[in-house]
């Protein structure tokens, strides 16, 4: 298993007393990148600074965006966590074992936590490779945001620790397609298909873009796989009609 060092996304976090948490707790497992999408208290924050403790450097580094999808644009592997149910298609893991093989196939990776009222949303979802829960008793699945990211982030402390010199001929991780490329193109299928009325009945609309979001997310698809996907959907939208 290779080293890994992922960021951290907070997507709309409601206290910074909690961003100020989290930063400390990713100190504390050596993770340093975290990322800010719509928090709700101002920022910068003296409270988040103040809850960081000694990680302050990390609250001085987050980068704040307003969507997610800006937030995820640069990265090839996006997991998000949720313990809610989904009914989506997406492959959920529970087990940090398997789901860390993924790693070494992908160079920027990137981990999402949601709101502390609510969790991720299904659009939020969309934008994500797969899905990892953290295991709990039945009767209380709710984890503090803090905390959970402090659980992630303990076991990937855990698994470099165990990570080897020896040297394995992983793909190449420059290879695969960011979000921003990926996203790029679903933006486009999803016009298109819209122009073609697609998209029927329309109150199914939102579960359909669902799916399309998550056939493409399974593939990890490399560059050279997007191109000719390119190639392919402009060769069928320039057919002659017949």
């Given at each position: 298993?290779?080293?890994?060092?992922?960021?951290?996304?907070?997507?709309?976090?409601?206290?910074?007393?909690?961003?100020?948490?989290?930063?400390?707790?990713?100190?504390?497992?050596?993770l340093s990148r975290l990322y800010l999408v719509n928090p709700r208290d101002e920022w910068p924050s003296k409270k988040a600074e103040n809850s960081a403790k000694h990680?302050?450097?990390i609250i001085k580094n987050v980068k704040i965006f307003t969507n997610l999808e800006e937030a995820t644009s640069k990265f090839n592997l996006v997991i998000a966590t949720t313990n809610r149910q989904r009914f989506l298609t997406k492959k959920t893991y529970n087990n940090f074992n398997d789901l860390s093989k993924k790693f070494n196939n992908f160079k920027n990776i990137a981990i999402l936590f949601g709101p502390e009222n609510s969790g991720l949303s299904n659009q939020d979802l969309r934008l994500a490779n797969d899905i990892y829960t953290i295991k709990t008793a039945k009767l209380n699945k709710s984890l503090n945001l803090s905390h959970a990211v402090s659980v992630f982030s303990y076991e990937i402390f855990s698994q470099n620790l165990k990570s080897t010199k020896i040297k394995k001929k992983y793909e190449k991780t420059d290879q695969k397609?960011?979000?921003?490329e990926l996203f790029n193109f679903i933006n486009v299928l999803n016009d298109d298909l819209e122009n073609k009325g697609f998209f029927n009945p329309s109150e199914k609309k939102d579960s359909m873009i669902d799916?399309?979001?998550?056939?493409?997310?399974?593939?990890?698809?490399?560059?050279?796989?997007?191109?000719?996907?390119?190639?392919?959907?402009?060769?069928?939208?320039?057919?002659?009609?017949?």
């Open positions: 298993m290779k080293r890994i060092n992922p960021t951290i996304i907070l997507v709309r976090p409601q206290l910074a007393e909690n961003i100020g948490m989290t930063a400390r707790a990713m100190d504390n497992f050596g990680a302050k450097s397609v960011t979000k921003s799916n399309i979001y998550s056939i493409y997310n399974k593939m990890d698809l490399t560059k050279k796989e997007l191109n000719m996907l390119w190639g392919m959907h402009k060769k069928l939208k320039n057919l002659p009609k017949t």
